[in-house]
């Protein structure tokens, strides 16, 4: 604790040493690099990281400057991050401390550094230096267009104007954004089945070539082949750090394996309730518990957040919101008569659900196979329980 308060200090004081001085004037010596790091092992890390370094061996001069920092101090920190209200802030550290934090993490890095003229240097340390200062480094995140791989091509463009030309000649095109988050998700994969939950139909639209640059190996990519007043945009690059290759071990616990175990449970218990013309009114409560919990969920981020990816998500369609309030009438001995309307209209929803995803109007995690079964089985189970209890 006392280290990570240490780095925190030292992050600070530095920033302000260095945005503190008067502004110096690079040498011709002096380099621009885009900075790549690969995928960590955390979730949060799946996409790897881009950043800026400054370097000017005659003034002693290596810095960061890396557009993905959030500031934890933040007043209501987790409300805001939920609700897509999150500051991110440009983020100045020594080019030392920044290498060291990632070779910790056996995370490889590349560097770039880019063909620049010693005025577009300057432009771009000046940009740099005045976008870094306390009043002008906040932006509002945004994970698919404003975070720290698409500022590298925004800021860029900006300093650099007509006579950069950025590549956006990828050899896998037609890809949609959850397409390309998936390639990121193999070894995430309750990370990635909450990903598909939470984030709408509005990823499932083909991305351009210019807005794959939300992941830093795309931004890698339209760097090495961009071009600068005629002339390879990339004078050199070269690996700074090697990951070493570990291990990774296989898990059975993954989503897909645990809903088909609760899929044959449910069934089991249905089975046996046909045998004994009875219902088992736990199973049914927990049911429509978890689905409308679910949905409350998912409906919470699609209308009270600022999430743009979060938009138009039909999985509200099988985790209904209305059953977390259903939940407590299905706990009861007795049935009402509506309720077989209501579990008719259900099996509409779950069948919607599939339509949806025949058309790819939006796709939904291959995970949810077994739920869908398992809810449209005790559905009916329940509509024909109904029925044969009238009086």
Known sequence: MKKNILIVISFFVFSFTILGQQQIQLTQN??????????????????????????????????????GVYDFNTPNFYAKFAQGKLLY?????????????YKAQNRTIVEQILSLT????????????????????????????????????????????????LSYDFEDTGLTFRDLIHKYLDDQVWGKFGIDLALGSVIDRE??????????????????????????????????????????????FTPFIVFICLALFVLFITYRDIKKQSRSKWLDGILFLFTGIIGLVVLLLWFATDHSATQKNYNFLWAFLPNLVLAFFLIKKQ??????????LLLIMLFMTVLIWVLKIQIFSLSLIPIILMLGIRYLYLVHFIRKTKV
Do not use: M
Not at 40 to 66: C, K, M, P, Q, T
Not at 89 to 101: A, C, R, Y
Not at 216 to 242: M, Q, W
């Open 30 to 67: 002096a380099q621009i690099s885009v900075l790549t790091i690969d995928s960590g092992n955390e979730l949060v890390d799946s996409f790897g990281h881009s950043a800026f370094r400054v370097r000017d061996s005659f003034l002693s001069l290596d810095i960061v400057y890396n557009y």
């Open 89 to 101: 802030i440009l983020g100045v550290s020594k080019f030392d401390q920044f290498l060291n934090s």
């Open 118 to 165: 010693k005025a577009q240097k300057q432009a771009f340390f000046e940009f740099l230096q005045y976008n870094a200062r306390p009043d002008n480094r906040s932006y509002l995140y945004d994970f698919f267009f404003d975070n720290c791989a698409t500022k590298l091509r925004d800021v860029s463009d900006e300093i650099l104007t007509d006579s950069i030309e």
């Open 207 to 252: 991305a351009t070539p210019e807005e794959y640059l939300f992941l830093p190996d795309y931004v890698f990519e339209s760097f090495k082949k961009g071009n600068i007043s005629g002339k390879p945009l990339v004078r050199i690059e070269r690996t700074l750090f090697a990951s070493t290759p570990t291990n990774k071990s296989t898990s059975y």
């Open 335 to 344: 049935l009402h008569l509506w309720l077989e309307k209501y579990i008719l």
